[in-house]
């Protein structure tokens, strides 16, 4: 290409990129119009998404040291598995949360105002009463768990604090269940850059949270409560300003509760339910398998490594996640061809941001890790490498199911997970005994690979050309 042209061709480029970084939406009346308010939304939900997750991020990299000079191995390695096992519990929304981003899209796509206020109060009162249960349920079996024994915990101090640490944080989690709405909401509006400023400050009060309790010698039970009440407390003021000013019309109320709102947020939430589950076990279980293999001393090397390549998968998920709502808005508006060229736009550059990431923080591990948490908790190159691989795959995988969860598709995704659930497990617990913490992640990413990368690489071009072609509905929101 002629020098001239090549460097008239990138400042276009450059123009276009630019061009999105504005506050004033665009037009919305054509189809290039909301081609591009969908990219402007996508693009300042990255940055918002980007800053929140770097933040976070660097917290995580400071509390992590911080906390196993504070607490010791074996108190913080606790304080992993039980924030994992809470993890586990997300699926006791039912999926309702998912299903509501779903419909509040939808709803957007049609510019049906009437159905996003029902569904947000239906969702709003269902989840509350989820919520409720859990606490029930919860209370009725606190009594009777021994809770030192199910994590495995030696010294008398840890096994004294467990049962109260564990009570903090399961209440902390409660009480957020009903609260998840919000995010859910401005999500599925394409407004997640408004979510993600009050993450900051929910990672900015967790990090002094953390300091106020180091610095009065607090335990860990009311430690892990203020490190977690922080980003409740901030999603608390997001949702007030949301439901006070930004979009009072959606406040919720028990007169707009459906039933009929209710059932159809329960059909989608149920699938998403179980895809949930599926993904929850499959993923999330690695603490509690290497604890019980291997010991609770022995989940902070493996937590560390895997906290430092998530920052992979929370990179790509900054600009990923935006996409979820962006596609199944343009789908119900029947701008089927901007779905299928961001499709594969997303896949190309997952991949090479992805490897690009992995493979930077594969060189550089060794001394990162010398200095981040000290020479004991150096990983082993399998468990590094091993890893590296896995965020590539994850991501890729993540950029799929972006645009499964816009479409719908969710039955096809609930396929894949149980499929994953059946091998993964066992191929972790067999191939932890075999080889040692290298084995959980290499048993992940195996049969992720088996069971769920191929059938999507086959069953994607089938189901982009399968989109329909949908009349939109124009009337105002």
């Not at 459906?258 to 499959?282: K, Y």
Request: glycine content about 8%.
């Amino acid at each position: 290409m002629n020098p001239a042209k090549a460097q008239e061709s990138i400042s276009h480029r450059s123009a276009q990129l630019r061009m999105l970084f504005r506050w004033t939406p665009f037009d919305t009346s054509t189809e290039s119009g909301r081609s591009r308010e969908r990219y402007r939304r996508v693009a300042l939900t990255t940055v918002t998404s980007t800053t929140a997750r770097g933040l976070g991020t660097l917290a995580t990299f400071l509390t992590v040291p911080l906390g196993i000079g504070y607490l010791g191995k074996e108190r913080y390695g606790l304080w992993m598995t039980m924030t994992s096992m809470v993890v586990m519990l997300a699926f006791s929304d039912f999926g309702i949360g998912n299903g509501l981003l779903n419909a509040i899209s939808e709803a957007n796509g049609k510019r049906d105002r009437e159905s996003a206020r029902t569904f947000v109060s239906s969702a709003f009162f269902l989840l509350t009463g989820v919520a409720m249960l859990l606490a029930l349920a919860f209370a009725c079996s606190y009594p009777w768990i021994h809770w030192p024994a199910l994590f495995n915990v030696k010294t008398e101090l840890a096994r004294r604090e467990s049962a109260p640490a564990m009570l903090a944080l399961v209440v902390c989690f409660i009480v957020n269940i009903p609260l998840g709405i919000v995010q859910r909401i401005q999500l599925g509006f394409q407004e997640g850059f408004a979510n993600d400023l009050w993450q900051v400050a929910g990672s900015l009060l967790a990090l002094g949270a953390l300091l106020t309790g180091m610095h009065f010698r607090w335990g860990l039970p009311p430690l892990i409560l203020a490190v977690a009440a922080a980003p409740v407390a901030a999603t608390f003021l997001n949702g007030a300003r949301l439901f006070g000013r930004t979009r009072r019309w959606l406040a919720p109320r028990l007169d707009r509760f459906q039933w009929s709102a209710a059932r159809a947020l329960g059909r989608t939430g149920f699938l998403f339910f179980l895809i949930q589950i599926t993904n929850i076990v499959c993923f999330c279980s690695d603490n509690l398998i290497v604890a019980q293999m291997l010991g609770a001393a022995a989940v902070p090397q493996y937590s560390v490594v895997q906290r430092a390549f998530v920052l992979v998968a929370i990179v790509q998920s900054t600009w990923l996640a935006p996409l979820w709502p962006a596609y199944s808005e343009a789908i119900h508006r029947g701008d089927t061809a901007w779905v299928r060229r961001t499709v594969l736009r997303s896949l190309v550059t997952a991949l090479a941001v992805g490897c690009g990431l992995s493979t930077l923080l594969v060189a550089i591990s060794r001394p990162l890790f010398r200095f981040w948490v000290g020479p004991d908790l150096v990983p082993s190159w399998p468990l590094t490498i091993g890893f590296g691989m896995w965020a590539v795959v994850q991501t890729v995988g993540a950029a799929v199911a972006m645009y499964l969860n816009g479409s719908n598709a969710l039955a096809f995704e609930l396929s894949l997970g149980v499929c994953m659930l059946i091998v993964v497990t066992p191929l972790k617990i067999l191939l932890c005994r075999q080889i040692g913490m290298p084995g959980v992640i290499g048993g992940t990413l195996i049969a992720y690979l088996i069971t769920t990368a191929v059938p999507m690489a086959i069953m994607l071009p089938k189901l982009l050309r399968r989109m329909p072609q949908n009349v939109p509905c124009h009337e105002p929101c």
